[in-house]
């Protein structure tokens, strides 16, 4: 490992030293401060995250926002969550605090470059670790963006970047200064990660992968549903773990259904990724296109409909829909990062639960019926982090957001993102 990173390892691990001793009403003075700085820059913040992944400006900078909203959050709520409990016993007093550990590793992705540093780093800084952030390679004008904005006038240091190929991460979670580890992104690099840092018994949440179900009941009202549809799907040009990849739609509803999708799906403006009226972008990366546009093909191959799209030019993907879909195409069973959103029919909503369920993957799934009182009667047989009823799902800080199966462990954001790289310290006197 590079001198310079053994060197960054030792500053977080000195930096905590004072920094777990700063009192919660100062952490959120530090939060405050870095909302300023933050919400001072957002249109340079947004240009770099234009220039590094291909994302509308205007859905950048919304990101940014999105992230000041996470610290309001904190700053709100962090005193309470942090704050231990009572318990009543034959004791004479029980009591439990909730302690720091140290230096956190985050390893972040490229999709949103600034919203999934700031979900981990805020709480993991407001607890009083320190953290250590390795970004992906391909947003490194984010990255040191990043750092300069955590970087708070008037308190040490807590926030550090580590540049490094993924291939020495786990060099770096054998360290024993590293107390924690965090990572979003693919299953390969999760397995990898949790593997390592189970061997080294470390704390560790993934948020990883998904193919997060769409199901459209019968009794639905397209019109509302149909612009949400089109929003869960191509959001960030498709590349979000969250999209509603697989639309599940009653076969009554399916030709209007089909119909309505498209219509809506061409009100997105392809142009300048600096015009704030450009609302669909440009994949991060080439190899990301093709990799879709062979999912794609392989799955006409065996039978599916290009009701839509299918056009690829370097890193733009056009908006693309394939119908008559089943559970044995690649489309249906592979993470399909970007934008293309399969149509799968079915008779019954058992059937619909079988066919969310048929998957590895178990981050979200949305719900669309009037039937609000049998849809909350179902929530027990859907395998899923978390279940939307009526609503696309989305991350907000205040729910605890992370998937089941292979879409990870752990929770990010609310209580639970707080507590996650926590000693919950058990005190007892007689």
Not at 36 to 54: H, I, P, Q, W
Not at 296 to 314: H, N, P, V
Request: proline letters at 3%.
């Amino acid at each position: 490992m590079k001198k310079e990173i053994i060197e960054i390892v030792a500053c977080a691990e000195h930096s905590f030293l004072s920094w777990k001793k700063v009192s919660i009403e100062e952490r959120i003075a530090y939060l405050t401060q870095l909302k300023v700085n933050l919400l001072a820059n957002k249109e340079v913040f947004g240009r770099l995250m234009t220039e590094d992944m291909n994302k509308p400006l205007a859905q950048a900078i919304g990101e940014v926002e999105k992230c000041g909203r996470l610290i309001d959050y904190y700053i709100a709520e962090g005193s309470r969550i942090l704050k231990g409990r009572t318990i009543q016993t034959d004791w004479s007093e029980v009591y439990t605090v909730n302690e720091p550990l140290g230096v956190i590793l985050g390893v972040m992705p490229w999709n949103f470059p600034f919203w999934q540093v700031f979900r981990f780093a805020v709480p993991t800084l407001l607890a009083g670790n320190t953290v250590i952030v390795k970004h992906a390679s391909n947003v490194p004008q984010c990255a040191e963006a990043l750092e300069r904005c955590f970087h708070v006038e008037g308190f040490s240091q807590v926030y550090f970047n580590a540049i490094l190929p993924g291939s020495e991460v786990d060099a770096l979670i054998e360290l024993d200064s590293i107390k924690g580890v965090s990572l979003t992104g693919s299953e390969k690099a999760g397995s990898a990660v949790g593997r390592k840092a189970g061997e080294y018994i470390k704390p560790v949440v993934l948020e990883l992968g998904g193919s997060n179900a769409f199901i459209i009941c019968a009794d639905a009202d397209l019109e509302q549903v149909v612009p949400l549809a089109v929003n869960a799907r191509f959001q960030n040009t498709g590349q979000s773990c969250i999209a509603g990849k697989r639309i599940l739609v009653h076969q009554s509803l399916k030709e209007e259904f089909i119909r309505r999708f498209e219509k809506e799906t061409k009100r997105l403006v392809r142009g300048d990724l600096f015009d704030s009226s450009t609302t669909i972008g440009l994949m991060a990366r080439e190899d990301l296109a093709i990799e879709l546009e062979d999912i794609m093909k392989d799955s006409i191959a065996q039978g599916a409909t290009l009701a839509f799209g299918g056009e690829r030019e370097g890193c733009w993907f056009s908006p693309t829909l394939l119908c008559d879909v089943t559970d044995d195409m690649r489309a249906f069973k592979e993470e399909t990062f970007g934008p293309l959103a399969v149509v799968v029919t079915f008779d019954t909503f058992e059937e619909a639960i079988s066919l969310s369920n048929d998957s590895r993957f178990g981050l979200g799934v949305s719900l669309f019926s009037k039937d609000v009182a049998f849809l909350k009667t179902q929530v027990c047989n859907f395998n899923e982090g978390a279940v939307f009823i009526n609503e696309m799902v989305i991350s907000d800080p205040r729910v605890p957001f992370g998937g089941n199966k292979f879409s990870g462990i752990g929770r990010e954001m609310s209580d639970e993102g707080l507590l996650s790289f926590v000693n919950k310290k058990s005190v007892v006197i007689k």
